[in-house]
C-alpha cells in the first residue's frame, strides 16, 4: 500500500519562499533577455562597438530617463537573479553549515552593496560634472552656462 | 547422503566500468544544466565587476575613461566575446528552462529544443563576432 502524506509536505512558509524565488528567475530572466539584448546591441554592436563606450556616450545615454530606467531595471533584476542562482549553488555545493551561511551571507552583502551603488550611481549622475579633465563631456554640455 | 552443491540462481554482472547510461546522465538534458551552472556563475563575477567600473562615472569622466581603455585592448575585446557567448546560451537555455516548465509538452521536446537552442547560438554568435572582430581590429589599427 502506497503511503500518501496530506499537503502540505514542507513547512508552508519555507515552500513559499523557494516558490516566490522559482518564479523570480523566471520571470526576471525573460525580462533580463529584452534589457540585456538590447544594452550590448547599443553599447557593442551598434555605432563603433565598445570603442565608442566613455564618458560621453554614457553621459549621453543617462541624460535620457529611458535608459536610467533600463540600466537601474538591469541592475536590481540582474544581481537578485545572479545573487539567487549563487545560493542555489552553495546550497548544492557547501555542506558544511558554517561555510555555507558564511558564502550566502558574503553573496547578500554583495549583491545588496552593489544595487545599492549602482542605484545612487544612475540617480545621481551628473552629465556635464564640474572637475571633468577638456574633452571628456558629452558635447550637449557646452551649451550649458556654470 | 547427499550433498549438493550450491546452485549459482543468478549470473555475476561486472560493474559498468564508466558510469552507465541514464536518460538523465551523459546527455543533452545533463550538459544544458552544467552549462547554465558554469555560464551563470561566469556572468555574476563579470557582473560585480561590471557594476563598479562603471560607478567609477560618479567620480571624474578622465578617471572613467582611464579603467574603460582597459576594455578596448584586444585581449580585454576577446574577454568581450565569450562573455557574449555565454550570456547568449545562458539567455536561450534559460527560455528552454522556461518552455520545459510551463509549456505542456515541453518536457517532451527539452532534448530537440537543447539543440535548438545551440543552432540560435550558432547563428547569433555568428553575426556578433564578426562584428567584434572588426572593432578589436579597428582598435589596435587605430
Given amino acids: 500500500m502506497a503511503t500518501t502524506f496530506d499537503a502540505p509536505r514542507t513547512s508552508a512558509r519555507r515552500g513559499n519562499v523557494e516558490k516566490w524565488g522559482w518564479i523570480y528567475m523566471r520571470a526576471s530572466g525573460v525580462v533580463l533577455v529584452v534589457l540585456i539584448f538590447g544594452h550590448l546591441f547599443i553599447n557593442l554592436v551598434a555605432g563603433e562597438g565598445v570603442k565608442q563606450v566613455d564618458f560621453a556616450f554614457i553621459a549621453g545615454k543617462w541624460a535620457s530617463p529611458f535608459w536610467q530606467v533600463w540600466d537601474g531595471a538591469m541592475l536590481w533584476l540582474a544581481l537578485i537573479h545572479g545573487g539567487n542562482g549563487m545560493r542555489t549553488i552553495t546550497n548544492d555545493y557547501v555542506s558544511n553549515p558554517t561555510a555555507n551561511r558564511l558564502l550566502k551571507g558574503a553573496i547578500l552583502v554583495a549583491v545588496a552593496l552593489l544595487i545599492l551603488l549602482g542605484t545612487l550611481v544612475i540617480t545621481t549622475f551628473d552629465p556635464c560634472p564640474p572637475n571633468a579633465a577638456p574633452g571628456t563631456l558629452p558635447s550637449f554640455c557646452s551649451a550649458l552656462t556654470r | ?142
Fill in chain 2, 1 to 142: 547422503m547427499v550433498t549438493l552443491k550450491p546452485e549459482r540462481a543468478t549470473t555475476r554482472i561486472p560493474l559498468p566500468k564508466a558510469p552507465a547510461g541514464t536518460v538523465y546522465r551523459g546527455h543533452e538534458g545533463m550538459w544544458s544544466w552544467v552549462l547554465h551552472r558554469i555560464t551563470g556563475v561566469a556572468i555574476f563575477f563579470f557582473l560585480l565587476v561590471h557594476v563598479l567600473d562603471t560607478a567609477l562615472v560618479r567620480i571624474s569622466p578622465q578617471t572613467y575613461n582611464g579603467v574603460i581603455a582597459t576594455y578596448k585592448n584586444p585581449i580585454m575585446g576577446l574577454g568581450e566575446l565569450f562573455l557574449v557567448a555565454a550570456i547568449v546560451f545562458h539567455a536561450f537555455n534559460g527560455l528552454r528552462i522556461i518552455l520545459i516548465d510551463f509549456w505542456s509538452v515541453g518536457t517532451k521536446h527539452q532534448r530537440a529544443m537543447f539543440w535548438i537552442v545551440i543552432a540560435l547560438w550558432i547563428i547569433t554568435m555568428a553575426g556578433f563576432a564578426p562584428r567584434q572582430l572588426m572593432v578589436i581590429i579597428s582598435e589596435v589599427s587605430g
